[in-house]
């Protein structure tokens, strides 16, 4: 799927954004500003969903697959 990976103990997103200081919601749970390193309670195949928003830009989703002791890596741009 074309996603960065790397182990991490559980399942975790990496969320990165030029510029940074984008707010990041996971599954609708606001988890902070970007960049952000962030563990993510799901069950494994689960889709999760990842949105960044940073005014006046218009937000950005992407959804990925839950995985065990996996890190996701993600980069949005504005």
Known sequence: DGL???PFHGF???VDSAP???TV???GEELGETPLVASVKCEPGADV???VERPP???Q???VR???DTLVKLRFTF
């Open 4 to 6: 960065e990976t790397l």
């Open 12 to 14: 975790g997103v990496s």
């Open 20 to 22: 940074e200081g984008a």
């Open 25 to 27: 919601l996971v599954d």
């Open 49 to 51: 969903r990842v949105r």
């Open 57 to 59: 830009h218009r937000a």
């Open 61 to 63: 989703e992407r959804v």
């Open 66 to 68: 839950c995985r065990a």
